[in-house]
């Protein structure tokens, strides 16, 4: 079964750091592709990087390019998302997923898996 379960949310000030995980179990991580995406109330959810198996290549749309980091250690079944330089318009609640193909760039629908997601905000 696979699960997916987030942590390290939280409240951080305006251009602050904070480092999200994903610990995922029930499957093998690194034949899986694994995205982050953020959603506020009412809106739809926007995916802000993505991890590839094999060599691990990575996508960052431009709003958080230079800002954010994913990375993974399949060892210990988990993705990370390192985000820097936070900024007001970054509060969202984060969510990661995960599927065996999807795009990088791709929708929320590509990836079949997904966790509970954790709250970041970011206050001025």
């Known amino acids: 079964q696979v699960q997916l379960v987030e942590s390290g949310g939280g409240l951080v000030q305006s251009g602050g750091s904070l480092k999200l995980s994903c610990a995922a179990s029930?499957?093998?991580?690194?034949?899986?592709?694994v995205g982050w995406f953020r959603q506020a109330p009412g809106k739809e959810r926007e995916g802000v990087s993505c991890i590839f198996n094999g060599r691990g290549g990575t996508y960052y749309p431009e709003s958080v390019k230079g800002r954010f980091t994913i990375s993974r250690e399949n060892t210990k079944g988990t993705v990370h998302l390192q985000m820097n330089d936070l900024k007001t318009e970054d509060t969202d609640g984060y969510y990661c997923?995960?599927?065996?193909?999807?795009?990088?760039?791709?929708?929320?629908?590509?990836?079949?898996?997904w966790g509970q997601g954790t709250q970041v905000t970011v206050a001025s």
């Open positions: 997923a995960t599927d065996l193909r999807a795009r990088g760039d791709g929708p929320a629908e590509d990836f079949s898996f």
């Open positions: 029930g499957f093998n991580l690194d034949t899986f592709i």
